[in-house]
T-cell receptor, first 112, second 113 residues
């Protein structure tokens, strides 16, 4: 089945720094999604990408849909303490159903 | 708040028992998805229902079953529970059968002792 490789697995950064994480796949995705999950909570949708090469922002977050359709990037600028959490990339299966395949997540820690 | 509700928030039970997890999708959403999140397996898709009908199955064990009712709420039934079934179970919803954007509920944490 489809697999998503997400890196890095964890990041420790200083408050105010920029962050970059990425997700790659061996197969093509037509949609890329980025979620954030806080401890004990459900994933929250941050950004959805629908077109190869697309660059979309949501506040301090910017995500890009790779031209090859096999990768995506998420950048967070000027990190703040509430950015702490696990960030997941996800992509829907092809066909009529749309169950999501998730990456393994990037654990972000923001140090004061 | 995503608009997806799940009950209960926490569930503690013993091996061999059966439990039912409940989910109400966002208003207007017809698709409901169930996912399991464990430390070693990450977020794994279990099953999807659309307007009362099963649409897709993932890595769902035969001991697990689900259904979606006419009012669109869904229940996930887990039976003959094993220690390894301890996990977070999430429900997500989307408007259509093929909508990629899914909105997740707060989850049910199941602990099997």
């Amino acid at each position: 089945g489809q697999q998503l490789n997400q890196s890095p697995q964890s990041m420790f950064i200083q408050e105010g720094e920029d962050v970059s994480m990425n997700c790659t796949s061996s197969s093509i995705f037509n949609t890329w999604l980025w979620y954030k999950q806080d401890p004990g909570e459900g994933p929250v949708l941050l950004i959805a990408l629908y077109k190869a090469g697309e660059l979309t922002s949501n506040g301090r977050l910017t995500a890009q849909f790779g031209i090859t359709r096999k990768d995506s990037f998420l950048n967070i600028s000027a990190s703040i303490p509430s950015d702490v959490g696990i960030y997941f990339c996800a992509g829907p299966a092809s066909g009529s159903a749309r169950q999501l395949t998730f990456g393994s997540g990037t654990q972000l820690t923001v140090l004061p | 708040d995503s608009g997806v509700t799940q009950t209960p928030k926490h569930l503690i039970t013993a091996t061999g028992q059966r439990v039912t997890l409940r989910c109400s999708p966002r208003s207007g959403d017809l698709s409901v998805y169930w996912y399991q999140q464990s430390l070693d397996q990450g977020l794994q898709f279990l099953i999807q229902y659309y307007n009362g009908e099963e649409r897709a199955k993932g890595n769902i064990l035969e001991r697990f079953s689900a259904q979606q009712f006419p009012d669109l709420h869904s229940e996930l039934n887990l039976s003959s529970l094993e220690l390894g079934d301890s996990a977070l179970y999430f429900c997500a919803s989307s408007p259509g059968v093929a909508g990629a954007e899914q909105f997740f509920g707060p989850g049910t944490r199941l602990t099997v002792l």
